[in-house]
Structure formats: C-alpha cells, structure tokens
C-alpha cells in the first residue's frame, strides 16, 4: 500500500448476515456502502436473482458497487432519504413506536371493529407527549386523546392502544387520531423527519385498516382550522 492509502475492514461480517439473514431473490438496501464488504457479502446471500441497494452520500464513487458484482445497484442519496427509496422499491416501511406507560383516568373504551377513518390533526404548538397526557387529563379526559403523536424531530409515540377509542375528534371516537407536532397554520413547512415518519405511519395504518385519511376539519360537526392550512394532507391522504 502506498502512503497515504488507507483499507475499510468491514466489522462483525458473518454477525450481520447472520441476523439479517437475507432470503434468496430477496431485496436488500444496505445504508452505507462503504468499502463495500457488508454489500459484497449481502450480495452473495440473496443470490443471482436478488438485489442489493448500496447507499452512498454526496461525493460518493459510483462505480465502486458495480466492481463488486453487478447483481448490486448503487444509489447516489443520502440516508435521509431511505423511507422515500424504500418505498420507491416497494419495501413496507414502519416506523419505530415509543411506548409509553400512561396512567389513565379510568378505563379505555374499546372500539366494535375497524376505524371507519384515519384523522390527522396539528398540535396547535409544541411539546411533548407526556404534556399532552397532563393537560387532556387536566380537562377531567382519559388522557391522551390520540393514539399517536408525531413529534418535529421524526419520533413517534404511541398515546392511546389502536384497539381503543379516541378523544380527539367529536361525534368520532371510533376513529384513528395521529396528531403532529406544529401549528401548521403558522408553520408553512414540515420538517423531512416529520414528514417521512408521518407518511410511513400513514401508510401503514392505511395498509392493515383499508380506510382513507381525513384532516380533522373535513369531520362533520367538527369546526376547526385542523390540521392547518399548510399541513401536507394532500401527500398524508396518499402514503
């Protein structure tokens, strides 16, 4: 090796394919491309008719996964943006849920079947969850009111079990309530990690619940400016 020139090691190489434990034929996006040994190996483990996605950040070489075998598809982005390409490829993606340990003033209702809808709503300001809790149960409510909170930072918290009724939306308990941290009727845009964790969950109460999304002033008797003007419910009722 000459000065200067320097060697990727990939670390806990079997680990990964061990735990990963890609299928034959299968679609594999691996999130740093590197030096190309996770991606090799990975490769190798799905087979002549499965695929890898290497992602590599601006600046990247481009050529470098096509070196390791051409069964490997390189794509110049940039993590952020793996929920946008997991989608484009047709991977199913879930956000990570924080669980919390709500202490309820009394029993949760449980709602008789699915949601006939999944309402979206704005938070109207910021802060988190656990003073939403402390403050609906202020108003002598349950509790939280939504069964999810979507925070600006891109986490997302779990308020009420999905299997119970809502607080969120009057006349319309038996609805699925997604709150989103933020006055979008000030706030003209939504920061990525929102809005990328926003869709994923979207989409993924859509798949499993097969019903539409509502901004919570499209509800019938519901007389609010939620979830603001310059809230994405165009995209929302597309994830």
């Known amino acids: 090796m000459g000065e200067g020139s320097s060697i990727h090691v990939a670390v806990l190489l ?3 394919v061990h735990w990963l434990r890609p299928r034959q034929g299968a679609v594999v996006v691996d999130g740093t491309l590197g030096g190309g040994g996770h991606t090799r190996a990975l490769a190798g483990a799905v087979g002549a008719d499965g695929r890898v ?3 590599v950040g601006a600046g990247g070489k481009t050529s470098l996964a096509w070196r390791i075998t051409r069964r490997v598809k390189d794509v110049k ?6 929920p946008e390409l997991c989608r484009l490829v047709g991977f199913k993606v879930v956000p990570i849920i924080i669980e919390h340990d709500w202490k309820w003033n009394g029993s ?6 699915n949601p006939p809808f999944i309402v979206v709503h704005n938070q109207a300001g910021t802060g988190p969850p ?3 809790h402390a403050y609906h149960k202020s108003l002598g409510w ?6 999810y909170v979507v925070r600006l930072d891109g986490s997302v918290h ?3 079990p999905e299997w119970a009724m809502g607080g969120h939306t009057a006349h ?3 609805t699925i309530g997604v709150m989103f941290e933020g006055n979008y009727d000030l706030r003209r845009t939504m920061p990525r990690p929102q809005r990328e964790a926003g869709l994923a969950l979207i989409a993924d109460l859509k798949r499993r619940y097969k019903v539409p999304v509502r901004g919570h002033r499209e509800m019938p008797l519901n007389y609010t400016s939620c979830p603001g003007k310059h809230f994405p419910l165009a995209a929302m009722k597309e994830a």
């Open 14 to 16: 079997d680990e990964v």
């Open 53 to 55: 996605i290497a992602l």
């Open 77 to 82: 982005t940039t993590t952020r943006k793996t």
């Open 108 to 113: 949760l209702g449980k709602r008789a079947g």
């Open 130 to 132: 656990e003073a939403i």
């Open 142 to 147: 349950l509790g939280i009111a939504y069964h």
């Open 158 to 160: 779990r308020g009420r």
């Open 172 to 174: 319309y308990g038996n």
